[in-house]
């Protein structure tokens, strides 16, 4: 058994408004410099939708992730035929690689236009101008979050891979008004235990931290190779056409390690996130990432250790982590969400990156079709409110794939303890429930009643302080500060000096 | 004054010393701008018919006159037979008019498209003429002057080694012709060009090398030794 330390974000979606609030901090934090405008390390994506990059779920096209050979090895997508050997052969050119153009231009409007115009028989516009050449464009052609709130959804949500499997009636919530089910899906880097973007790395430049799972890219050892950004199949690590040097989100380690909660998660108003510690054996994670895809979620469970357990905190004392760590680590919310609950699920497990954050799948609306609607079963008149999970307008399969790898009865499962969990709750409130139904309700699931009111208060009513457990990193004796050049890369972010702007960006 | 003796018997000294330091020195004080500064993420349809030819064209090109410049005997001695000699001479000739057209692409896509152009730096444009230059030059030798491959194992070559163990001996390619003696020029440009420019990325080889025999997954620790480890054996 060999422990190790993984920082793991969980997401409850039922929670998320899609307000872009965690983009946006993160993006005023992170990248705002040249080269990175067109970077969201955070996005929130609309589901079903085409997310961003468009598509990037469909590894047919990307060539993303891994997969297991005939002779059973772990292989990269990307690598199909000759194996490392195509490394080479595709370094001069990457015939999967996206372009800018599907993520989108980065774009700023002409405002001075609007001060400056001369005075004439028309409103003067702002044009959009692009932030790469400084030229006008035509019109903007896309942005990141282009289909937000089913905006054209026949043209770019009908494109989700994730609608794959679904009946014709099931894919009328994307274009039949009554019909009509979205929800929202923030993403960023999912810190995998088994990360394609650092196997792809020519240069080794992508590394995982040994102390706390965050996986990085070194900007002195990158050389623009680009196979992270092939390789990667939740599209996390971005290019930088400026410096020549690929990013990516990096868990907002500066913050992390003084006990400060991601910029992101922070800024979060719906509370929707949770930062917590995982220990897990890294003996078994290419186990794991091998494993078929109904069994792929559970291994996943399986490689997470139970904190409380004293031969797993013996073993974790002895491989030097520290106390706080472990405190950090049985205080964990991803521990008691993804494993101890099992209510949170990790997002598309079948890449086999064994991805470190975790969502819980939104049971909203908990009202399905109105019975006048063709197989709809609610009765407007009815004072019934909680209804069976399998009717609701959200078609199952949907999240299945989204969440567990086509694994219908893990979503149900999460599902059914969230309504079990609501009923307990509305019965101690309000009474109107009953009491028998509540407790065959959580029979049903396997909880009982603390479990109940300890997942209702973790997922509805927790303080900053038990939603985010980050341990401080004992910065005496491990450091990311390099004090030669700690001054001169201040201002930057980190992300090589400030240097000269280009010639083309004048205004 | 011998302009021979200047160009070819002092000025590589100067350039190669120029190229040495300043790529160490480069590599030790700005490591962040050691980059190949890869365009294909803003232009990707002009570029797959331009760095396709023009690397693997202008590679294997090079390693043609790197194997003659290490075992000029053996070079010469294939050459003896005139079949090898045709067959050497076409598959040069064809490399260098693959790289030609990957260049041509090249320059192409820095003129027009106004995303790579907003990227172009005076060092691209210098680093274009400079190997567009090198690539006419080099395929004039082998039209104009046959066999190139052989003249150049038996007179380049020595000089190349004369300069290599500082007893420069200009004599050998004094009597070559002008277009020879630009591509050789030319290539010394080329060198001393390394690292001020991206042209740096090309010695950036080995990384991609080990990456062949390298484990997968990279781990990095604060607080053990060795500080890069592999988190599992399989490649």
Redesign the interface.
């Known amino acids: 058994m060999d422990i190790r330390i993984q920082l793991s974000m969980c997401f409850h979606l039922d929670k998320c408004i899609g307000c872009h609030t965690c983009s946006v901090s993160c993006k005023n934090v992170w990248t705002t410099r040249q080269g990175a405008e067109y970077m969201w390390w955070n996005n929130v994506e609309t589901k079903p939708g085409a997310g961003y990059p468009l598509t990037w779920e469909d590894q047919q096209r990307y060539m993303g992730g891994w997969e297991v050979t005939a002779t059973g090895?772990?292989r990269?997508k990307l690598l199909k035929g000759p194996g490392?050997?195509r490394?080479?052969a595709n370094?001069?050119?990457?015939p999967n690689?996206?372009?800018?153009d599907d993520y989108y231009e980065p774009f700023t409007f002409d405002y001075d236009n609007l001060f400056n115009a001369p005075l004439g028989d028309d409103q003067p516009v702002a044009r959009p101008k692009?932030l790469?050449?400084?030229?006008f464009m035509d019109k903007v052609a896309l942005g990141p979050n282009w289909d937000d709130d089913f905006g054209g959804s026949p043209l770019y949500a009908a494109n989700d891979p994730n609608l794959k499997g679904l009946s014709e009636s099931q894919k009328q919530m994307l274009t039949h008004f009554h019909r009509l089910f979205y929800f929202y899906f923030p993403r960023i880097c999912n810190h995998c235990l088994?990360?394609a973007c650092?196997?792809s790395?020519?240069?080794?430049a992508?590394?995982?931290?040994?102390?706390d799972g965050i996986v990085l890219i070194d900007?002195?050892?990158?050389?623009?190779?680009?196979f992270c950004?092939s390789a990667c199949p939740y599209k996390k690590p971005y290019?930088n056409?400026?410096?020549?040097?690929s990013e990516k989100c990096i868990f907002c380690y500066p913050r992390l390690e003084v006990g400060e909660v991601n910029a992101c998660a922070h800024a979060c108003t719906g509370r929707i996130r949770f930062v917590g510690v995982l220990f897990y054996d890294?003996?078994k994670?290419?186990d794991v990432a091998k494993q078929p895809d109904d069994r792929v979620v559970e291994a996943m469970r399986e490689i997470v250790l139970d904190p409380e357990d004293p031969k797993v905190v013996e073993a974790a004392t002895k491989s030097?982590v520290e106390e706080n760590w472990i405190w950090a680590a049985q205080n964990s919310p991803a521990y008691k969400l993804f494993k101890k609950w099992r209510i949170a699920l990790p997002h598309h497990p079948e890449f086999r990156t064994v991805p470190m954050n975790f969502y819980l799948p939104p049971l909203s609306p908990i009202l399905h079709q109105a019975k006048g609607d063709e197989g709809g079963t609610y009765d407007p008149e009815s004072m019934e409110f909680f209804n069976d999970v399998e009717l609701m307008r959200i078609p199952v399969k949907y999240l299945a794939n989204l969440l567990s790898a086509g694994n219908e009865e893990l979503v149900m499962e999460s599902l059914k303890k969230q309504m079990a969990v609501r009923m307990y709750i509305r019965q101690l409130r309000v009474g109107d429930v009953g009491d028998a139904k509540v407790k065959s309700a959580l029979d049903e699931v396997g909880l009982t009643a603390e479990d109940a009111w300890e997942i209702y208060k973790l997922v509805s009513i927790a303080t900053f302080t038990e939603r985010f457990v980050i341990p401080k990193t004992h910065r005496e004796?491990?450091?990311?500060i390099d004090p030669r050049t700690m001054y001169e890369k201040r201002g930057s972010v980190g992300f090589?000096?400030k240097r000269k702007e280009?010639v083309?960006?004048e205004w | 004054m011998n302009w021979d003796f200047m160009l070819f018997g002092t000025l590589p000294y100067v350039f190669i010393t120029i190229a040495i330091v300043g790529t160490i020195y480069r590599y030790m004080v700005n490591r962040f701008s050691w980059s190949s500064l890869s365009s294909q993420f803003l232009e990707n349809k002009v570029l797959f018919f331009g760095s396709f030819p023009w690397h693997f064209g202008i590679i294997l090109v090079l390693l043609g006159h790197i194997i003659a410049i290490l075992i000029p005997g053996t070079f010469l001695a294939w050459n003896a037979v005139p079949v090898r000699l045709y067959l050497l001479e076409l598959s040069g000739l064809i490399l260098g008019l693959l790289a030609l057209i990957g260049l041509l692409m090249f320059i192409y896509r820095r003129l027009t498209d106004s995303r790579v152009r907003a990227v172009t730096s005076s060092w691209d444009v210098l680093i274009l003429i400079i190997l567009a230059i090198q690539v006419l030059t080099g395929l004039g030798n082998a039209l104009l002057y046959r066999w190139g491959s052989n003249w150049y194992a038996s007179s380049a070559v020595p000089w190349i080694w004369s300069v290599i163990t500082l007893n420069p001996q200009v004599e050998y390619i004094a009597s070559l012709p002008l277009l020879a003696k630009i591509h050789i020029f030319n290539a010394l440009i080329f060198i001393l060009l390394i690292p001020f420019s991206r042209l740096v990325h090309f010695l950036a080889f080995i990384g991609p090398l080990k990456y062949l025999t390298r484990s997968y997954q990279l781990v990095r620790w604060y607080t053990r030794a060795p500080r890069t480890e592999a988190i599992r054996q399989y490649k």
């Open positions: 090895a772990l990269l490392k050997l490394t080479l370094i001069f050119f990457q690689l996206p372009t800018i692009s790469i050449t400084g030229e088994n990360p650092v196997a790395c020519p240069s080794g992508i590394y995982k931290r040994g102390e900007q002195d050892t990158c050389r623009a190779w680009r950004v290019y056409w400026n410096t020549g040097k890294a003996d994670i290419e030097g004796i491990k450091t990311t090589g000096r280009l083309a960006r």
